[in-house]
Every structure is written in C-alpha cells, then in structure tokens.
C-alpha cells in the first residue's frame, strides 16, 4: 500500500530464534502500529507508537519488542520465537484526516 | 474494554440480493472504520466514519453510524461477485484501532 513498506512478505523461524520486521513509511505520520492477524481473525493491536521516541503496549505485546527512533522506521522485534507468533503481521500508519492505511504485510511460520 | 462486534461472520449472498452487515461496538467512541480484505492480501480502506449520522456510499456498498446506538452498518445492494471478500470494521479507541472478527462474504451467481 501507498507510502508503507514491510519486510520481508515471508519468513520461516525456528522455534528460538529471532528476526526484526521492518516497516519504513514516507507520509510522515507521527502515529505508527503493529497488529497481528490469525487465521480467519481480526487484527490485534501489538504496540503503537505516537511520535519518535515514544512507543505503548497494544492488546498482545508478550513476546515482542519495539523502537521508533526515527518518524519513518518502526520495527517490529522478536527474540525467542514460538509457534504462537505464527501469524500475518501488519505495520500501519495514522495520520491527519485519520484513515489508516497498511503495509503489505509480513507472513511468519515459526517451526 | 472496548469490543467490538460483528454479524454475521459469514455471508452467502446471491448476486443481485441486498443485505447488510452489522458492527456493534461497547464504549462511546464517533470514529468508526470499514475495510475490505482479500484473500492473502492486505486490507483496503473502504469508509471512515467520524461523526454520529455519518453516511458515506461507494458503488454498491453504503455505510452508516449511529454513534448512540453503537452501531455501524455496511450495506450491500444488488451484490455482484467481484465483491466476494472479507470486510472489517474497526472502532478508533484513543488513536488505536479496535477490530471487529471481519464478515466472510461470498457472492454466488
């Protein structure tokens, strides 16, 4: 989608192992999030961030981690993956009028 | 908590029928979403909503709220097949969203 890039489209982990997901956005939003959506599911709010600098708990944040030290890069980290964070992950940005608009998406298989 | 409610989470419409789709929602909120998903895509906005009596159509599908009631309704009229997918609202809860379990919608001919 416009102005919100994701990488990578797929992954595979091994149970343990750790990855960043990367989101870049050139609209200059300060209002970033990260949601994750399950089979036949809707999305779940992980962690949001207002501004640079300043980053808050969603509704599901155990097992991940985040920083924001630049308006345009929010990325998404997770240390020791498990099976429970198999899901579709979606970067998304807010801005003024308020429509939220998404990234492409990130499909994560841990194993 | 706010909540958010769907119905129905599956839909087999004919084409040409009319139908609606309902989101019901828990706590006082005036910004309401509707967005549309495809199959291993992303979602797609469709309509935002940001006062009560909002009324906003595209094409075939026309969305209101009623922030007194909570409610907001998507409604499909004279369905045709390329409108077969998942739709979603979601309910602006202080700058964050808050999904409902999305609508299955299949339109058969």
């Known amino acids: 989608n416009a102005g919100v890039t994701q990488t990578p489209k797929f992954r595979i982990l091994k149970i343990g192992q750790s990855m960043t997901l990367q989101c870049t956005q050139d609209?200059?939003?300060?209002?970033m999030y990260w949601y994750r959506q399950d089979p036949g599911m809707g999305l779940k709010l992980i962690y949001y961030?207002?501004?640079?600098?300043?980053?808050d708990k969603g509704e599901v944040p155990n097992g991940y981690n985040v920083s924001r030290s630049t308006t345009e890069d929010f990325p998404l980290r997770l240390e020791l993956a498990a099976p429970s964070q198999t899901s579709v992950y979606f970067c998304?940005?807010?801005?003024?009028?308020?429509?939220?608009?998404f990234g492409q998406g990130t499909r994560l298989t841990v194993v | 908590e706010l909540k958010v409610e769907q119905n129905p989470l599956f839909l087999s419409m004919q084409e040409g029928k009319n139908y609606t789709i309902y989101c019901n929602y828990s706590?006082?909120?005036?910004?309401l979403y509707w967005y549309r998903q495809d199959p291993g895509k992303s979602l797609e906005s469709l309509f935002v909503?940001?006062?009560?009596?909002a009324v906003k159509q595209e094409g075939r599908l026309m969305a209101s709220l009623d922030t007194k009631a909570r409610l907001s309704t998507l409604h499909i009229t004279a369905a045709v097949h390329d409108l077969s997918a998942t739709y979603f609202c979601?309910?602006?809860?202080?700058?964050?969203?808050?999904f409902g379990a999305g609508t299955i919608l299949r339109v058969k001919s």
């Open positions: 609209m200059n939003h300060n209002y």
């Open positions: 979601a309910v602006d809860m202080e700058n964050k969203l808050v």
């Open positions: 998304a940005i807010q801005g003024d009028p308020v429509e939220a608009f």
């Open positions: 961030s207002v501004g640079a600098g300043i980053t």
């Open positions: 909503l940001l006062s009560n009596g």
């Open positions: 706590t006082t909120s005036d910004r």
